[in-house]
């Protein structure tokens, strides 16, 4: 969790509700950026960086063909500000890989100020083991921070627990940081009663290794039902501007679509 410095009390702080996990690096919450205005950005972020964690980039078109290498460096150098890391969703990087200038790409998001970047092949064929380790080294060389993904957009939707969970286990022992469950993949599992697939990977790799890709479908129905499966603690990916303090709520028991669960016994003192 990353805050601005502040002494200041809670407006109510003589009430207690649920905290955000003190130890660090437990909980991560990760915004969507959609090409957000900078002027909204800054005002936005003085009321929810402390509850961010990382901030994603998916407005691919900006990034690749509308707008500026400044525009991007502002933003970033604004987030690091508040002390937020940024890096970009996968979608470019399949376009580069098409392309053969991945090398180019990790390159050029160290210099627009990117702190990660994600591997993926959502649309694109899968990658070996070898492959994936030679990218994910590439990156780390370049001195990104790397997020890995599994699911897809397209095609085949239906997670294979096994395969999953070896490649889940096979990142991590490369460096990477999360491995993020695509929103696809999870929306199919939740149309198809096929979520005790989630389940299962979750079991074998634990609940810190994943980042849950809550949005944008499926919206609040995905993220309602991790909470209520895994607890407070998950790691969310994709979560749009305008969820952001849903989806905290949603986590601390006081949102009407997690049923105010504060109040079944946890709000006395």
């Keep these: 969790m990353n805050t601005t410095e502040s002494t200041e009390a809670f407006a109510l702080g003589f009430m207690q509700i649920p ?24 005002s936005f972020l003085e009321t929810v960086a402390d509850i961010l964690t990382r901030v994603k980039y998916a407005e691919h078109v900006s990034l690749v063909g509308r707008l500026p290498a400044s525009f991007f460096q502002r933003k970033n150098a604004l987030y690091h500000r508040f002390g937020l890391r940024t890096f970009t969703g996968g979608v470019p990087f399949e376009i580069a890989h098409l392309q053969n200038k991945v090398q180019a790409y990790f390159e050029a998001l160290s210099e627009l ?26 990156a780390r060389n370049c001195g990104l921070e790397v997020y ?30 999360k491995v993020a469950i695509e929103n696809e993949s999870l929306c199919y599992c939740l149309r198809n009663n096929a ?12 609940l810190s290794a994943v980042a849950f890709e ?44 997690i049923g105010y669960t504060f109040f079944e016994g946890a709000g006395k003192t």
């Excluded at 955000?20 to 437990?26: D, I, K, M, Y």
């Excluded at 950026?33 to 900078?38: C, E, I, K, N, S």
């Excluded at 095609?155 to 940081?177: M, P, Q, T, W, Y």
């Design 19 to 42: 905290q955000p996990n003190p130890a660090p690096g437990t909980r991560w919450t990760i915004m969507t950026d959609l090409a957000m205005p900078l002027v909204y950005q800054e």
């Design 214 to 257: 809550v949005g944008p479908g499926s919206w609040p129905d995905l993220a309602i039902w991790l909470l209520k499966e895994f607890g407070p603690d998950i790691n969310v990916e994709n979560l749009q501007y305008d969820r952001v303090l849903q989806f905290e709520a949603m986590r601390r028991g006081l949102h009407r679509s």
């Design 195 to 206: 979520l005790d697939a989630v389940v299962r990977i979750v079991d074998r790799v634990g």
């Design 148 to 177: 890995t993904e599994l699911g897809n957009k397209i095609g085949e939707l239906k997670l294979d627990v096994d395969a999953a969970a070896d490649c889940i286990l096979g990142d991590l022992s490369r460096g990477v940081a």
């Design 113 to 138: 100020g990117f702190a990660g970047v994600e591997i993926s092949t959502d649309c694109i064929a899968d990658l070996t083991r070898q492959g994936r380790d030679t990218l994910i080294a590439s």
